[in-house]
């Protein structure tokens, strides 16, 4: 048992034949995934729960989630020109993880030190702080996990990482709403944050133990520095175009509804953070079910299909929570959407790796990001708009009919990019 644990560690038998130190990092990030995702889940979970506890309205919420994607998107495109300039990426990893960190371990201790309307105004700048970290480290971490992990085995590795980081993120998630339950509203929530701080700790000291890798491409890319640069040649890459594309209006889509699922749970269907628990460990549960099967289908089918077949169902997902009267109604949803998210993130995240020039990962990792977040940022502005209007009823229907439209564009451009390919006319 303990061998085959050890293997899964490294994604399985293919990195057998690998030399030690590449199986060594293999190992490492696979612990920094499983202690990250500790961290993150309650994040993801509570954290905008927690602003709502200390007095925030629906408005902020929705303006929150918007200024959070406005400051990924005003920070990516420096970072990834920072790690082209500098290098050091293990570095400036740690750096914004250190960063995100203390943000999570301030927010805990916040209502300790003020009171009033100024708590949530600050309770605001620190996860704005904390995002600052988040996306100060994405591109030299993009860079330099594609050179940690061998191209041949990413499909099955990163489903064992996956899949570690979904029993942590299970795990800590049920945890963390029954000490939210059962402490007390704001100190549970406190005491939560505090956990994600020790695990966010534990996951730089993994992380910060990886033997950087050299950059695997050999030849020197010419780079000219600054913004209009690095826009500039994207119209040298039109297979990078067409996935940054339709990965806007997919990620406008998500954000329409995205910050206020919780919240109707809470606010509206009366869940205790126990049930919100569950609900997230339903998702978690089925995605880590279909883990294993999903890195072979990546390897086998290519992650463009996969990604192409997932994003044409997920739809349904926020269709399904206009109907929801009672709270234990969505578990059965965020099953089927656990399996189909676990889908699309692995492929989509795949996917992109195949088409970022192999040269230039930190800077295009980073334009992607920049997109996303842009798009993010505008349609958690959009819904907060919809769902003071109209209710949440409104949001998550309009969430499902732009969530249609950005997967039939995906679909279109891949279909004809593979014709293209197959006639020989596209080309790099």
Sequence with gaps: MSRSISRQMIGGDWALSHPKEVRKNLRRFWFDGFFSSACDNILITYLSLYILALGATNAQIGLLSSLSSLVAALTLLPAALLV?????????????????????????????????KSLVFIG???????????????????????????????GRYFASRNFAMGVAGMAVTLIAGELITRSGLLLGYQLALGAAFFFGAVNILFFSRISEPLPSSTTQVPRSMGFQAAFGDLRKEPAFLVVA????????????????????????????????????????????????KLGYLVDRWGASRLQMISGLIIPILPLSWAFVTEPWQIIPINLVGGALWGAYNLASFNYLLTVIPEGYRERYSAIYQVVVMISLSIGAASGGIIVTRWGFFAVF?????????????????????????????YSR
């Excluded at 309009?398 to 006639?423: G, H, M, P």
């Design 397 to 425: 229907i309009a969430s499902a009919c732009v969530r249609i439209l950005a997967a039939f564009l995906f679909w279109y451009f891949i279909n004809r990019r593979t014709k293209e390919l197959q006639l020989g006319h």
């Design 245 to 292: 594309g339709t990965a806007a209006l997919w990620n406008f889509s998500l954000n329409i509804a995205g910050p206020f699922f919780n919240i109707h749970m809470v606010q509206n269907l009366d869940a205790s953070a126990t049930m919100v628990a569950l609900t997230t460990i339903a998702s978690i549960i089925a995605g880590l079910l279909a883990q294993r």
């Design 124 to 154: 605001i700048v620190f996860v704005l702080v904390r995002d600052f970290g988040s996306n100060l480290i994405y591109p030299a971490w993009v860079s330099m996990t594609a050179d940690i992990v061998p191209l041949e085995g990413r």
């Design 84 to 116: 082209e300039k500098i290098g050091q990426r293990k570095r400036i990893v740690v750096a914004g993880a250190s960063i995100n960190r203390l943000a999570v371990l301030f927010l805990a201790v916040l209502p300790l030190i003020l009171g009033g």
